[in-house]
């Protein structure tokens, strides 16, 4: 047996190898992409959110601020991406509710209630928000 | 009946090189071989300095965790025949810095397990002549899952968070945290939230979800932390609505 033929190495102080990691990770594995994908829809949440706080600030300056802003909603590549957002709010939806059943455990009679029940009410939840939104709407 | 499988197997000998290299070796297989049987077959028959570790080859212990073709599975319990047909690859686990071969450093998992305290904590204990804790099936039902845990890290390798961020307690020490949290003959709840409460604690967790996947366990710590996160947030607003009460 020779000595070490790497220099770099101290023989009783093994180096140990870190890999790299490539920037393309979450490309290597489908869930890891979907998991970026998911964290990507948040910037259409902040959108939305962005879009909202616009819209109230029109509303504060005035009529005419707010039938300028209005006219800007009505454009059709306006329309367009907001479609877009909409879908991707919808799947950012989705996805934040399917983590419920497993942060949120209910217990009914002693007993821990299923996924799917937790998830249902969940999405109950959300269809009655919605209706209220759209009762709100069609009321004005 | 044995079968020619070639088997692709990172090889890391810190005395002879800067980074890891790929290594073939043709293994005759017997239908009935685990990859960690085919490890052995190679250490036994082939090269005696191949570096891996093993002890129970029977789901228990925990330390044969690698990855095969990319996924991190317990060499003792993955058929070859399952993981064919084409070339098996075989890797160390992902995110823990490589001493040889197969072999992972693991100090880091060890000390982040140290901290949350996986024992049953207890602020005083009752005289022997009272008898056990007594704990009901719904007791134990509590808890049970989170104490099939047995600590072979696949839920680390799977994690692209442990890597990302290197001070990230990781899914299997919050779920033996959860371990004792739940258990009914435990107070040492509050001392635990103190560590798993931190950024590095539970909300480094982005819910991959793929720990839960490939744990061989079922033991579901994706599942714990996202449980962990609704307790922390619903203590820290009592603390902020009720300060008076203490934790």
Avoid at chain 2, 13 to 32: G, I, L
Avoid at chain 2, 67 to 91: D, H, I, K
């Amino acid at each position: 047996m020779g000595g070490p033929v790497n220099p770099g190495d101290t023989r009783h102080h093994p180096r140990w190898y870190r890999r790299r990691i490539p920037i393309f990770w979450w490309l290597g594995k489908v869930s890891y992409t979907r998991f970026i994908i998911r964290e990507l829809t948040s910037l259409a949440v902040g959108y939305a959110a962005l879009v909202l706080v616009l819209q109230v600030w029109c509303l504060a300056r005035g009529p005419e601020s707010y039938d300028r802003f209005v006219s800007w909603l009505q454009l059709r590549p306006v329309v367009a991406l907001h479609i877009v957002v909409l879908g991707v709010l919808v799947y950012h939806s989705a996805t934040w509710l399917s983590l419920a059943p497993k942060a949120l455990v209910l217990r009914l009679a002693g007993r821990r209630l299923p996924g799917a029940v937790v998830l249902s009410m969940h999405y109950a939840g959300w269809l009655v928000a919605s209706a209220a939104v759209l009762w709100l709407l069609l009321a004005g | 009946m044995t079968e020619p499988v070639t088997f692709e197997i990172q090889r890391y000998r810190p005395e002879v090189e800067d980074e890891p290299t790929w290594e073939s070796f043709e293994v005759p297989c017997r239908p009935e071989w685990m990859i960690l049987d085919a490890l052995n077959h190679i250490k036994d028959h082939v090269d005696g300095s191949l570096s891996y570790r093993w002890a129970c080859r029977m789901g228990v212990c925990g330390s044969c965790g690698m990855l095969v073709n990319g996924e991190p599975v317990l060499t003792c319990a993955t058929y070859v025949t399952s993981v064919l047909p084409g070339t098996v690859r075989v890797e160390p686990l992902r995110g823990f810095p490589v001493i040889r071969d197969l072999v992972g450093d693991i100090t880091d998992f060890v000390r982040k397990l140290e901290r949350v305290k996986p024992w049953i904590v207890r602020e005083s204990e009752k005289p022997l002549e009272e008898g056990e804790y007594l704990q009901t099936p719904e007791d134990l039902g509590e808890y049970k899952q989170y104490s099939m845990c047995i600590n072979c890290m696949l839920c680390y390798s799977a994690c692209p968070i442990y890597e990302l961020e290197p001070d990230f307690l990781g899914p299997a020490v919050i779920a033996l945290a959860q371990r004792y949290n739940l258990d009914s003959r435990d107070e040492g709840s509050q001392e635990r939230m103190d560590i798993l409460s931190r950024q590095e604690g539970i909300w480094s967790c982005t819910f991959v979800g793929e720990c839960s996947t490939v744990c061989p366990k079922n033991v579901d710590p994706a599942g714990a932390i996202q449980r962990y996160k609704v307790t922390a947030t619903v203590d820290w607003f009592k603390s902020l609505l009720m300060p008076w009460a203490g934790r």
